[in-house]
């Protein structure tokens, strides 16, 4: 079946500094998913990419499908103590199933 | 518009125990999934609806989990009985049935098995 491997499992970092973390498959998919949860609660969609190559952005967040669509980053800057959290990408493949494929997330911690 | 409602947000039960979650999704959307989630994870798929149809169960452990969406809207993941290797979030999701519509998750139930 279908592995994404999302790195880093875990970063601690300074208020105000940039994040990167990205997620790679074993397979090619036609969609790429970025949510963020918080303890207690439902993962709570970021930003949802739809093509090879493409740059999206939500307020300090910006994600990017990958070229060869088995790839792909988000980047948080300017961090604030709200943005800990865990962050997962998820990727649906472009076959019959359909099924959206979940990484096993990143756990960010903002130092004040 | 209102979010995917679960219930209940957390259930404590015995091991050999029936347990019970309900889902109702965002209104309007035709697919539903529930999911697990172990913890420090991601969430897996156990099942999905598009509508009152399950298009893929190949991750529900037939021998104790079931499901139902009967009217297309609201759906009930059931496990009997339950074992202590069941406890996790178990969350559902709606989406709109089109291959590019993100899915919009509900708060979960946490089970715990003892």
Same mark, same amino acid.
């Given at each position: 079946g279908q592995q994404l491997n999302q790195s880093p499992q875990s970063m601690f970092i300074q208020e105000g500094e940039d994040v990167s973390m990205n997620c790679t498959s074993s397979s090619i998919f036609n969609t790429w998913l970025w949510y963020k949860q918080d303890p207690g609660e439902g993962p709570v969609l970021l930003i949802a990419l739809y093509k090879a190559g493409e740059l999206t952005s939500n307020g300090r967040l910006t994600a990017q499908f990958g070229i060869t669509r088995k790839d792909s980053f988000l980047n948080i800057s300017a *961090?604030? #103590? *709200? $943005?800990?959290g865990i962050y997962f990408c998820a990727g649906r493949d472009s076959? *019959?199933?359909r099924q959206l494929t979940f990484g096993s997330g990143t756990q960010l911690t903002v130092l004040p | 518009e209102a979010g995917v409602v679960q219930s209940p947000r957390y259930k404590i039960i015995e091991k050999k125990q029936p347990v019970a979650f309900w889902c109702n999704p965002i209104s309007g959307h035709n697919t539903l999934y529930w999911y697990r989630q172990n913890l420090g994870q991601g969430p897996e798929l156990l099942i999905r609806y598009e509508n009152e149809e399950?298009?893929? $169960? *190949? =991750?529900? #452990?037939?021998d104790r989990f079931s499901a139902e969406r009967l009217k297309g809207v609201d759906s009930t993941l059931k496990i =009997? #009985?339950?074992?202590?290797? $069941?406890s996790a979030v178990y969350l559902c999701a709606s989406s709109y049935r089109t291959d590019n519509s993100p899915l919009h998750f509900g708060n979960g139930t946490r089970l715990t098995v003892t």
């Open positions: *961090s604030i #103590p *709200s $943005d800990v076959g *019959s199933a | 399950a298009v893929d $169960d *190949s =991750q529900l #452990p037939k =009997q #009985p339950a074992e202590l290797g $069941d």
